[in-house]
């Protein structure tokens, strides 16, 4: 079952609803918010996207409210904490990832201005293309969350149907978006 088809008939206050119609394939313009899309992704692997919505507030909160700068600085104190957080994913894997991967944006910000110019500036066709230049950068970025992620912001195709209510307004959106960049 395609997500539209899940998120169709739930009432307008479930979790999956308001993702599905407000956030899902919609472009994120602010960095950190951008990057704790990726966050959620990565914490995501092995689990079901129920969790995450569940857990996305306190992700927020142990993460600095995703902000890049903080992120990239964290030491194994923080590390530390992280993993004694019983309200988040206690993955040593995926927090390190985490860390290493706000260490890359940072430069990617340096070089590019921001993490969104990167990656609209990235001249990937596919999502073959697009893990192959992720893999570059980041850790713990497989096909399924480089997909899931930029699926999620409009970059890839298929975060809805074409019959979806939703579709119309995610397409204009990233198409406007597109255009001010």
């Known amino acids: 079952m395609s997500y539209c088809n899940f998120c169709k008939n739930l009432p307008d206050e479930d979790r999956h609803k308001i993702y599905h119609d ?21 914490m995501q692997a092995g689990l079901s996207w129920n969790i995450i919505l569940k857990k996305e507030p306190h992700f927020r909160e142990a993460f600095d409210e995703f902000s890049i700068d903080r992120i990239a600085e964290y030491d194994e104190e923080k590390i530390n904490s992280l993993l004694a957080n019983q309200n988040i994913i206690r993955n040593v894997l995926k927090i390190r990832s985490v860390i290493h991967n706000a260490q890359q944006v940072k430069m990617l910000q340096d070089e590019y201005g921001t993490f969104n110019e990167w990656i609209y500036l990235q001249d990937a066709k596919d999502k073959i293309e697009w893990v ?10 497989g096909g399924e969350i480089v997909n899931e992620f930029l ?9 809805h149907q074409e019959d979806c209510p939703v579709f119309e307004k995610q397409l204009k959106t990233y198409q406007k978006w597109k255009e001010h960049e």
């Not at 407000?22 to 990565?42: Q, S």
């Not at 699926?151 to 975060?159: E, N, R």
Request: aromatic share 16%; proline share 5%.
């Open 151 to 159: 699926m999620s912001i409009g970059v890839l195709k298929g975060a």
């Open 22 to 42: 407000h956030h899902y394939g919609f472009p994120i313009p602010e960095d950190d918010e951008l990057f704790g899309r990726l966050i959620l992704e990565i």
């Open 132 to 141: 192959k230049i992720f893999k570059k950068k980041f850790k713990f970025v």
